[in-house]
């Protein structure tokens, strides 16, 4: 099941295509009314579009779709709750082509040009077992730009830690790109405004460093990655070795007082840790376990080792891990070594009929040349389609490939094979990350950059 956003708006029509102007009208006016611009609006639309006219080449006459627009703040998302069973699955994959000379791949380039036209795609069932196709498509937000302009004023020992307004927000987001290594900070701190909706959405939670007289001395941002976890970025403080007024204890000081408002934050809700996955120089460590870690390759140069760190909130409430044998060894060894309750149980290939294609979705860090891949939907195929994908990668220069299982899903477990067939190695083991804990794979043996002579 697809959690979502509350706001929404619904449509139940017939699969006819003289509806198709009325899914057309539904889509694009209700994305405009929940905050996308109108070339994202339009994106959307077409996907609709493309997907309501498939549909009706496949479904029986006079059967009814659901359709539904959910309004994300930074987002909008449209979901189809399909009246099939059996899809063209292989169309969602970015590797996925289109034969020209076959006439049902023909019948699937709408699909294919629908999952192009949006930022993420999830597959699914829903509670009554019916196929749930969800697709998102994000607000454009201009990009922070680096400026020459002249340093800040620090922030000064007399501070508090507060919630901040909007452009106090975007402030601190901002200036954190001239302190911070660009490989320490999320993706979405490129866009400050997109932070600023996130958090009005919702979705992340900050707070800042504002001394006496309004200066902002750095920060800290923080989010439910899952309905048990929390995750979060920083504490990043706004000063480097040049900047005057900030003493080492100062810093350490500012950085202690973040993460102990974030900690007091979520103290009485029902997370059980709280997850740090991009450590900053400034996070107090101490107050952390070293999960594990992985390693990032940066063109020529060695690798560095990341790693990531827990913080226990609460007891743990215990587990079931579904995997493949494969995996079973690292698995054992690291509950053991993290004292985590879990009842490990193992899945097997009996038989049992599969999907002819599988889906996978991927997630690009193009500034870390990092591209991260999740099973959306098991077929038969697993093993080529990654294949597949790791081509692609390579072709594109991309040397840090991974590849997360959730282990609270059992049909996840099935990709156990064709990993280690594509020379995927266990990592990192992160708990209550999903449905259940997500274990992290690393493509081993990455590309080889050759010198030039």
Not at 5 to 33: C, G, Y
Request: aromatic residues 8%.
């Amino acid at each position: 099941m697809i959690n979502q956003p509350q706001r929404q708006a619904r449509l139940t029509i017939k699969d006819d295509l003289a509806f198709l102007p009325t899914v057309q009208t539904f889509v694009e006016k209700t994305a405009l009314a929940f905050g996308l611009g109108q070339t994202e609006a339009l994106a959307l639309t077409l996907a609709g579009e493309e997907i309501f006219n498939y549909l009706c080449t496949q479904v029986k006459p006079e059967a009814e779709i659901e359709i539904s627009c959910y309004n994300g703040g930074y987002y909008a998302a449209l979901e189809f709750i399909l009246p099939i069973r059996n899809l063209a699955m292989r169309t969602f994959n970015l590797t996925a082509t289109i034969n020209i000379d076959d006439e049902n791949s023909l019948d699937e380039m709408g699909l294919l040009l629908a999952s192009r036209m949006v930022d993420h795609l999830q597959i699914g069932q829903n509670d009554n077992g019916r196929l749930q196709l969800l697709l998102r498509k994000e607000k454009s937000y201009p990009k922070t730009t680096a400026t020459n302009r002249a340093p800040s004023k620090p922030a000064t020992k007399n501070f508090s830690i507060i919630t901040p307004e909007a452009e106090e927000l975007k402030f601190f987001i901002s200036e954190s790109h001239h302190y911070t290594s660009p490989e320490l900070l999320p993706q979405e701190f490129s866009y400050p405004g997109k932070i600023v909706d996130m958090v009005k959405a919702g979705d992340y939670q900050a707070a800042i460093v504002r001394d006496s007289t309004g200066r902002i001395g750095g920060g800290i941002i923080w989010y439910w990655s899952s309905t048990k976890m929390v995750e979060c970025y920083g504490p990043f403080i706004l000063a480097d070795d040049t900047t005057p007024s900030i003493s080492p204890e100062l810093r350490q000081t500012m950085a202690e007082a973040l993460l102990e408002y974030c900690l007091n934050a979520i103290a009485r809700s029902p997370a059980v840790g709280l997850l740090n996955r991009s450590p900053s120089p400034d996070l107090p460590q101490h107050h952390f376990e070293t999960l594990g870690t992985v390693l990032e390759y940066h063109n020529t140069s060695l690798p560095t080792e990341r790693p990531s760190l827990f913080r226990q909130m609460q007891e743990d409430p215990g587990a079931v891990t579904w995997t493949d044998p494969n995996f079973e060894p690292f698995l054992r060894s690291e509950y053991q070594r993290l004292t985590l309750p879990r009842e490990i149980r193992l899945t097997s290939d009996s038989g049992e009929n599969r999907a002819d294609f599988s889906v996978l979705a991927s997630e690009f860090d193009r500034a870390r040349h990092k591209v991260t891949l999740r099973p959306l939907w098991a077929g038969n195929d697993m093993e080529k389609n990654i294949a597949d994908h790791l081509t692609l990668f390579t072709r594109e220069g991309l040397d840090n490939i991974f590849f997360i299982i959730d282990l609270g899903q059992s049909w996840q477990a099935a990709f156990g094979p064709a990993l280690r067939e594509n020379s995927f190695t266990p990592r990192l083991l992160l708990p209550h990350g999903g449905k259940g804990d997500l274990l992290i794979l690393q493509k081993t043996e990455p590309k080889k950059t050759e010198s030039v002579s």
